[in-house]
């Protein structure tokens, strides 16, 4: 006999399912029944917030849902945090858990890892939580799954399966066919009303998000075809690579690069919420979009947040932004204004570079090194302060290299789990890049035991742990409001030794040169390394010109 569980995991490998993250446990030891005969790898996290973070990371960089088994009860809880972040940058994660017995759900008896309502408790960082109440509706359940993961927003869908279902008969399951939905297309009277927009506008401009990731080539030649400046969201950061003419960066959030937009006549802007975290990230407000707005979205709901736009198109990315393309070359464009396209974003990077103060320029130096010597790195990051400088200043060749947590929902301690996911993702995408957790002292503390999960799965990643001996940037933050500062100067163990204690190779590096060779060596080792950097010894130590 089949059971539920097993066949879960064969649904699951029908679907391309590779990875799965996940701590076993007595309500959940039945979704493990067939994962050991299974080409699907396990990894097990210290804690059920790292399972979701490494499912995040791992979808990021593979493109496919991330994966979890997640206890009743406490697992739930404690996933929750790592849904809120996968929701909040519409990344495909399915958690599949446990759940009490039919005949006792909801009964409040006082059961081992009992809640009064799992899918009441996930509602607000879940695009549906599901019961399910027999073996039989297995394949339709998975089915709304991955049609939501292929076609629509993608968010974290979570289904819970009963104690009793999970060892339920489902033999005549087996045979069950995976599901294949194309999203959805372009309307060609909507694409030719934004085109003609387009080709009149005399100082056109694009927004593009993480939405639009996989429309990079695509966008790229509507750009070079408007000669309209690009801003990229930091989930899309890649799309255009960093040399490009037409690229203005990710400093939606700065007066100069405010300036460009505000005289843009036609804005495009695709895959994009248009956001705080990624338009006021200064918390100013005063961002403004006055010309016509045209917006693309594959959310139809999101198509009109923020701010509303003239025209607005529900399509998948790719194909809205090569519609454009193909109706564009079939009429004329109108004359740009003589200072607009790449003049107008060359003399924005100017004024930019002169603009960053001394931490800005130091901390990007430490961001450009690592990507001198590992061009090809994936750098996964926290809410750490060489982040929120690498969020602004730094620009890459491709997409999928950059993401972190300091926008969306802004969890501490993603990095480290995220960039074990990123990793496993990265080889099963075929990619096999170096990844890289860039993490703060504060922002480690919360997911530490991670590092022996990276020992465990034989992940090579480095954390670049940067030093600061407590949570500076809030620090700065309760000084400028007039706050007396409470609560930010913690505890700061050893790294160094607890690193090796968890089995990895770690050391401190000082400067450039160190940090240089620091990286050359971890690049050649199969397991974890962490390198240490103190931000007062990497700052005494530069010359910044």
Same mark, same amino acid.
């Given at each position: 006999?089949?059971?539920?569980? *097993?066949?879960?995991?064969? $649904?699951? =490998?029908? +679907?391309?399912?590779?990875?799965?993250?996940?701590?076993?446990?007595?309500?959940? /030891?039945?979704?493990?029944?067939?994962?050991?005969?299974?080409?699907?790898?396990?990894?097990?996290?210290?804690?059920?917030?790292?399972?979701?973070?490494?499912?995040?990371?791992?979808?990021?960089?593979?493109?496919?849902?991330? /994966?979890?088994?997640?206890?009743?009860?406490?697992?739930?809880?404690?996933?929750? #945090?790592?849904?809120?972040?996968? +929701?909040?940058?519409?990344?495909?994660? $399915?958690?599949?858990?446990?759940?009490?017995?039919?005949?006792?759900?909801?009964?409040?008896?006082?059961?081992?890892?009992?809640?009064?309502?799992?899918?009441? !408790?996930?509602?607000?960082?879940?695009?549906?939580?599901?019961?399910?109440?027999?073996?039989?509706?297995?394949?339709?359940?998975?089915?709304?799954?991955?049609? $939501?993961?292929?076609?629509?927003?993608?968010?974290?869908?979570?289904?819970?399966?009963? $104690?009793? /279902?999970?060892?339920?008969?489902?033999?005549?399951?087996?045979?069950?066919?995976?599901?294949?939905?194309?999203?959805?297309?372009?309307?060609?009277?909507?694409?030719?009303?934004?085109?003609?927009?387009?080709?009149?506008?005399?100082?056109?401009?694009?927004?593009?998000?993480?939405?639009?990731?996989?429309? @990079?080539? @695509?966008?790229?030649?509507?750009?070079?075809?408007?000669?309209?400046?690009?801003?990229?969201?930091?989930?899309?950061?890649?799309?255009?690579?960093?040399?490009?003419?037409?690229?203005?960066?990710?400093?939606?959030?700065?007066?100069?690069?405010? =300036?460009?937009?505000?005289?843009?006549?036609?804005?495009? %802007?695709?895959?994009?919420?248009?956001?705080?975290?990624?338009?006021?990230?200064?918390?100013?407000? &005063?961002?403004?979009?006055?010309?016509?707005?045209?917006?693309?979205?594959?959310?139809?709901?999101?198509?009109?947040?923020?701010?509303?736009?003239?025209?607005?198109?529900?399509?998948? %990315?790719?194909?809205?932004?090569? %519609?454009?393309?193909?109706?564009?070359?079939?009429?004329?464009?109108? *004359?740009?204004?003589?200072?607009?396209? &790449?003049?107008?974003?060359?003399?924005?990077? #100017?004024?930019?570079?002169?603009?960053?103060? =001394?931490?800005?320029?130091?901390?990007?130096?430490?961001?450009?090194?690592?990507?001198?010597?590992?061009?090809?790195?994936?750098?996964?990051?926290?809410? #750490?302060?060489?982040?929120?400088?690498?969020?602004?200043? !730094?620009?890459?060749?491709?997409?999928?290299?950059?993401?972190?947590?300091?926008?969306?929902?802004?969890?501490?301690?993603?990095?480290?789990?995220?960039?074990?996911?990123?990793?496993?993702?990265?080889?099963?995408?075929?990619?096999?890049?170096?990844?890289?957790?860039?993490?703060?002292?504060?922002?480690?503390?919360?997911?530490?035991?991670? !590092?022996?999960?990276?020992?465990?799965?034989?992940?090579?990643?480095?954390?670049? !742990?940067?030093?600061?001996?407590?949570?500076?940037?809030?620090?700065?933050?309760?000084?400028?409001?007039?706050? =007396?500062?409470?609560?930010?100067?913690?505890?700061?163990?050893?790294?160094?030794?607890?690193?090796?204690?968890?089995?990895?190779?770690?050391?401190?590096?000082?400067? /450039?040169?160190?940090?240089?060779?620091?990286?050359? %060596?971890?690049?050649?080792?199969?397991?974890?390394?962490?390198?240490?950097?103190?931000?007062?010894?990497?700052?005494?130590?530069?010359?910044?010109?």
């Amino acid at each position: 006999m089949a059971t539920c569980g *097993e066949v879960l995991v064969k $649904l699951l =490998e029908g +679907y391309g399912v590779e990875q799965v993250f996940g701590i076993p446990g007595v309500h959940t /030891v039945e979704l493990y029944r067939g994962l050991a005969s299974s080409s699907i790898n396990h990894v097990t996290p210290r804690h059920e917030q790292g399972a979701g973070f490494m499912a995040d990371g791992y979808a990021r960089t593979s493109g496919k849902p991330g /994966v979890c088994f997640i206890i009743t009860g406490p697992g739930m809880t404690n996933i929750t #945090t790592a849904m809120g972040q996968a +929701y909040a940058d519409s990344i495909p994660m $399915l958690v599949i858990s446990s759940v009490q017995s039919r005949s006792q759900l909801g009964g409040g008896r006082g059961k081992l890892h009992e809640l009064p309502s799992q899918s009441v !408790l996930v509602a607000g960082v879940a695009a549906f939580s599901h019961t399910l109440m027999s073996a039989a509706e297995l394949p339709s359940v998975l089915a709304r799954a991955f049609a $939501l993961f292929q076609a629509a927003r993608p968010r974290p869908v979570h289904i819970e399966i009963p $104690l009793d /279902v999970l060892v339920e008969n489902a033999d005549d399951l087996l045979h069950s066919q995976p599901v294949s939905i194309s999203r959805a297309g372009p309307a060609p009277s909507t694409i030719k009303q934004m085109a003609s927009l387009l080709a009149n506008a005399r100082r056109p401009l694009i927004l593009a998000g993480g939405g639009a990731i996989d429309a @990079a080539a @695509a966008l790229t030649e509507l750009a070079e075809k408007l000669d309209a400046p690009v801003a990229l969201t930091i989930n899309a950061k890649g799309m255009l690579p960093s040399s490009h003419p037409l690229l203005i960066g990710s400093t939606q959030s700065l007066d100069p690069t405010r =300036e460009i937009i505000e005289a843009a006549d036609v804005v495009l %802007a695709i895959g994009t919420e248009l956001a705080e975290t990624d338009y006021d990230i200064t918390f100013q407000g &005063h961002f403004k979009i006055p010309g016509t707005l045209l917006r693309v979205d594959i959310d139809p709901d999101q198509t009109v947040r923020n701010f509303p736009p003239k025209v607005g198109l529900v399509s998948d %990315a790719l194909t809205a932004t090569q %519609a454009l393309v193909a109706a564009l070359a079939e009429q004329p464009l109108a *004359e740009r204004q003589s200072d607009w396209g &790449h003049k107008r974003a060359a003399a924005l990077k #100017t004024t930019l570079d002169a603009s960053w103060d =001394e931490a800005t320029r130091g901390q990007t130096l430490f961001l450009q090194t690592v990507l001198e010597v590992l061009p090809e790195i994936v750098i996964v990051g926290d809410s #750490t302060q060489p982040v929120y400088t690498g969020n602004l200043t !730094l620009d890459l060749d491709k997409p999928r290299r950059w993401f972190n947590s300091s926008t969306g929902y802004g969890t501490l301690g993603y990095a480290l789990p995220a960039a074990i996911g990123a990793w496993l993702g990265s080889q099963d995408a075929g990619e096999r890049n170096p990844v890289a957790c860039l993490i703060g002292d504060g922002g480690l503390q919360f997911t530490l035991p991670e !590092l022996a999960s990276a020992v465990e799965a034989r992940t090579p990643i480095i954390v670049l !742990l940067w030093n600061n001996q407590g949570y500076e940037e809030i620090k700065k933050y309760m000084v400028n409001r007039a706050i =007396e500062p409470v609560g930010v100067d913690i505890y700061t163990p050893d790294f160094i030794g607890v690193a090796k204690a968890l089995g990895c190779v770690a050391e401190a590096v000082g400067g /450039v040169e160190q940090l240089k060779a620091a990286l050359n %060596a971890a690049n050649d080792r199969q397991g974890p390394t962490v390198i240490e950097i103190d931000q007062r010894s990497w700052m005494n130590g530069l010359k910044i010109s």
